[in-house]
């Protein structure tokens, strides 16, 4: 059982771990992040890809509950993907998108 | 395993020309260039464009494969029988074409009813799905036609005691040989030769770009009218171009004018698509593949040439037929399908590989994988081979052939290169530590 708190910056600090390999990208830069719910040592990730019927779809989704499992304090990860809304590049960050060569938005 | 069988057949097929430049520098009827053209179609592209579907289909259309193993049976079938028919057709051997032909088309049977089967699973049909299905009913038609065609021209001395003793089949195959002598060989086989090249190739090239190159691009479709006219159309001008071609008619110049227009409709799509994009940036996979597309333009110029009834059948008219077969084939499609494998080759060693290790350490991006110098390096000395080669088959130049397709097999020397540092992935993984990337402030999209 972990004790030490845990915070979202440090999640999301976390979750740049982890890459769309298309794009080369973490996924927080990408925007692909909605929401992280902190209920005690359990972490709920609400996040989307950038296009249904991504090929990397589970393998993301894999990762982001493997790097939370793996963070101290968290003892269970829920991610679920939805496509609503639906993502755009809007919600990239400055960085995200200097990385995989979107023109501002 | 369809990717390396495909390259090996692509290196084959290019030192083939290299070695012996007349295949293209000479009319294009006669066992040599059959041969290497089918060295081409079946061993370089259906194998690619067989095992592409397999993986791409189920990505795009967001459903499941419904047989691995039936996949794995045709792995069996295709490969011995694309290499004994294009040792048939060197050897001019119709008997024995027949078999090898069959033993293909038993593996092309099972792959239609994988992907057919598969398509019933999708759970929300679109324009990909319409072309992916077409093109299996058209890649069946041009391979019955194409036995249809070894028949007609087998002479069926060795089944007189059978015939005699009343077999079906060699009645059966009496009878299709005999339909078969209504048609002229050379039309035969050039409508044959577009049910494979334009309906399964092309049709897949139009259907995939409205699902892939968005995806890659980080667009959307701008116009579902658009994308499904050009499929319609394009569908449209084949049967009939498949129908003229085969009879001689003088009403070719309308389907392909037809079949021109679809794939009009459809550049003017992928560039409304292309211009929604938000990744401005295009790798050189796309590169090559929108290389590829734009190459439509000279073929479908050719192609209209070439259909207009009262062209003087002369031999600059041959090797306009050999250019526009050339530039259909080995520009088009290959090109496309290279730009193809640059995408679907890293995918599947980075999810063989990596995709169990994400989030635990570093994983590279698909790419680094590859070289992309090496990959731009192929691209020019791909165009610069098209180009010498293209002058060069105008002018039946066997020199000129030989020097270009040179830098053909430059190209593909590169590709080769760059998919074993791939495959190196499988056996040297690129893991690091966990580590943060500098970036701006913590906050959720």
């Not at chain 2, 089918?38 to 047989?67: D, R």
């Not at chain 2, 994308?227 to 110049?253: D, E, H, V, Y």
């Not at chain 2, 995408?343 to 991006?365: D, H, M, N, T």
């Amino acid at each position: 059982m972990n004790t030490l708190p845990i915070d979202e910056p440090t999640i999301l600090q976390t979750l740049r771990q982890v890459i769309d390999p298309e794009l080369g990208c973490n996924i927080v830069d990408l925007g692909l992040i909605y929401s992280i719910t902190i209920t005690g040592s359990n972490v709920a990730v609400l996040m989307t890809l950038t296009t249904p019927g991504c090929p990397m779809h589970e393998s993301i989704r894999w990762g982001v509950r493997t790097a939370l499992l793996d963070l101290e304090g968290v003892d269970d990860a829920q991610v679920e993907v939805v496509w609503d809304p639906p993502w755009n590049a809007a919600m990239m960050t400055d960085f995200g998108r200097r990385a995989t060569g979107v023109g501002r938005i | 395993m369809f990717a390396l069988i495909g390259l090996a057949a692509l290196a084959v097929g290019v030192v083939w020309l290299v070695a012996r430049p007349s295949l293209l520098a000479q009319y294009h009827y006669n066992q040599f260039v059959i041969a290497a053209t089918h060295l081409f179609v079946l061993g370089w592209i259906c194998s690619v464009v067989m095992g592409a579907m397999y993986q791409l289909v189920p990505i795009a259309l967001e459903t499941k494969l419904y047989s691995e193993t039936l996949a794995r049976w045709q792995l069996g079938f295709h490969v011995v029988g694309f290499i004994g028919m294009v040792w048939m057709f060197d050897d001019w051997n119709m008997k024995q074409l027949g078999h090898f032909g069959c033993v293909f088309a038993v593996g092309l049977g099972l792959f239609v009813y994988n992907i057919a089967r598969t398509l019933r699973r999708v759970p929300k049909w679109n324009v990909t799905a319409t072309a992916v299905t077409v093109a299996l009913f058209w890649i069946s038609l041009a391979v019955t036609a194409g036995i249809f065609i070894a028949i007609g021209k087998d002479n069926y001395d060795s089944t007189e005691g059978l015939a005699a003793s009343g077999g079906v089949f060699v009645t059966w195959l009496r009878s299709v040989a005999g339909f078969m002598s209504h048609f002229d060989a050379i039309g035969a086989m050039h409508a044959h030769a577009h049910l494979g090249s334009v309906g399964c190739f092309t049709m897949l090239i139009v259907g995939v770009s409205y699902k892939l190159i968005p995806m890659f691009t980080l667009s959307e479709v701008q116009s579902r009218h658009r994308a499904a006219w050009s499929i319609g159309l394009l569908n449209i001008g084949l049967a009939g171009s498949f129908m003229t071609i085969l009879l001689r008619s003088s009403w070719k110049p309308v389907f392909t004018m037809l079949a021109v227009a679809g794939l009009g409709i459809f550049g003017w799509e992928l560039i409304a698509i292309l211009r929604a994009r938000k990744r401005r940036t295009l790798d050189w996979g796309i590169k090559y593949f929108l290389t590829a597309v734009a190459l439509l333009l000279p073929v479908s110029a050719l192609a209209m040439v070439l259909s207009w009834p009262r062209l003087p059948l002369n031999p600059f008219t041959g090797q306009i037929e050999n250019l526009y077969g050339f530039l259909g084939l080995i520009g088009v499609v290959s090109l496309a399908i290279i730009g193809m494998l640059y995408k679907i080759i890293p995918f599947l060693v980075w999810f063989g590989r990596y995709s169990r290790q994400i989030g635990r350490v570093q994983v590279p991006a698909l790419a680094d994988l590859y070289s992309a110098r090496l990959q731009a390096i192929g691209y020019w000395s791909y165009l610069a081979g098209l180009v010498v080669t293209s002058v060069a088959i105008l002018y039946s130049n066997e020199p000129g052939v030989r020097c270009g397709c040179s830098l053909l097999a430059l190209s593909v020397a590169t590709l080769a290169v760059n998919v074993g540092a791939m495959l190196t992935h499988l056996f040297r993984p690129l893991l690091k530590p966990l580590g943060f990337p500098p970036t701006t402030v913590a906050k959720i999209a």
